[in-house]
């Protein structure tokens, strides 16, 4: 099992930027899809914002936040990285960071993640 736990989360004014980190632990795999998941409200359903697979580092990201966030991985210490520039309002959510040996077109589909973290809270202000 793959134990994950997310940091930097905080508030900040729109066209701000905030780093997350997603620290991995536990078992290890020579290729994972590990992704950041945003959850507007409690009771919603997550909408994935970004995945990298570890493997090759290939990145992928929804559309409605190209150009703007960067997903990356420091293999030494086993994180992940969220890279949030040109916060908007409408950004400000729960984010989580998820892992999943499905990685494919379908990134986007929460089912597919075996492991989350408990989420860091991003409130952008207007």
């Known amino acids: 099992q793959v134990l994950l736990t997310e940091s930097g989360g905080g508030s900040v004014q729109a066209g701000g930027s905030l780093r997350l980190s997603c620290t991995a632990s536990?078992?290890?795999?020579?290729?994972?899809?590990v992704a950041w998941f945003r959850r507007l409200a409690p009771g919603q359903e997550r909408e994935g914002d970004a995945v990298i697979i570890t493997g090759d580092g290939s990145t992928y990201y929804a559309d409605s936040v190209k150009g703007r966030f960067t997903i990356s991985k420091e293999n030494a210490d086993n994180t992940m990285y969220l890279e949030m520039n040109s916060l908007k309002p409408e950004d400000t959510a729960m984010y989580y960071c998820?892992?999943?040996?499905?990685?494919?077109?379908?990134?986007?589909?929460?089912?597919?993640?075996?492991?989350w973290g408990r989420g860091t809270q991003v409130t952008v202000s207007s």
């Open positions: 998820a892992a999943s040996l499905m990685c494919g077109s379908r990134w986007r589909d929460s089912e597919r993640y075996w492991s």
């Open positions: 536990g078992d290890t795999y020579s290729s994972i899809c």
